[in-house]
């Protein structure tokens, strides 16, 4: 006779945890249900697998955002960092897996430069496909937990994407917000105030 480490709920991951589709759960093997209930967190992992599947296809900044923050959560890091890195291989102009592999990595101990990197691209990448200033920004945000001086850079170029009228407002109250009592010390920051 075979015996299973499921067979005693005492070697279960989640003692409250009934799949309702085995003979532990159910000795008569009468089930009442047509397949086993999934855990919550199993469930949620399979979300975050579905919603990878369709953000590496199509770029979508809430779903890539909530992808990060549910994978990071979850305690699945290492796991998307390879598929992301994988699908970086075949594809390295992928702007989600850009997006991901640099959140995720920021998540890794000594990975903060590896981090940046995959971002600065991801965000040069995005202005030469064309993504909009909203959908960049994501790029900018999580770079600008790694480094906040050197990210900023990216949207103060001359002839960038940020170098108008409504640009200067933008960068002005970024640099406020971001900077505060040091705002004096942001390179550019007087011809931004000048406009």
């Given at each position: 006779?075979?015996?299973?480490i499921f067979d005693s709920v005492e070697n279960l991951v989640n003692k409250n945890y009934k799949c309702g589709f085995c003979d532990v759960c159910?000795?008569?093997?009468?089930?009442?249900v047509e397949s086993a209930n999934i855990l919550l967190e199993e469930?949620?992992?399979?979300?975050?697998?579905?919603?990878?599947?369709?953000?590496?296809?199509?770029?979508?900044?809430?779903?890539i955002i909530d992808v990060l923050n549910k994978t990071i959560e979850r305690g699945?890091?290492?796991?998307?960092?390879?598929?992301v890195t994988n699908v970086l291989e075949r594809s390295p102009t992928n702007l989600s897996a850009l997006?991901?592999?640099?959140?995720?990595?920021?998540?890794?101990?000594?990975?903060?430069?590896?981090?940046?990197d995959y971002l600065e691209y991801g965000f040069n990448e995005g202005?030469?496909?064309?993504?909009?200033?909203?959908?960049?920004?994501?790029?900018y945000e999580e770079a600008a937990l790694i480094n906040l001086e050197a990210a900023?850079?990216?949207?103060?170029?001359?002839?960038?994407?940020?170098?108008?009228?409504?640009g200067f407002n933008f960068l002005f109250?970024?640099?406020?917000?971001?900077?505060?009592?040091?705002?004096?010390t942001i390179p550019y920051i007087d011809a931004i105030m000048a406009n």
């Open positions: 006779m075979l015996i299973s159910n000795p008569s093997l009468r089930f009442e469930a949620e992992i399979d979300d975050i697998n579905r919603q990878t599947n369709r953000i590496l296809e199509e770029f979508d900044r809430r779903t699945a890091v290492a796991g998307l960092f390879a598929r997006y991901l592999a640099g959140g995720l990595s920021r998540q890794r101990k000594d990975r903060e430069k590896i981090a940046f202005i030469k496909q064309g993504l909009s200033n909203d959908n960049l920004l994501i790029f900023y850079e990216w949207l103060i170029r001359p002839g960038g994407r940020w170098d108008n009228k409504e109250q970024e640099a406020k917000n971001k900077f505060g009592n040091r705002l004096s």
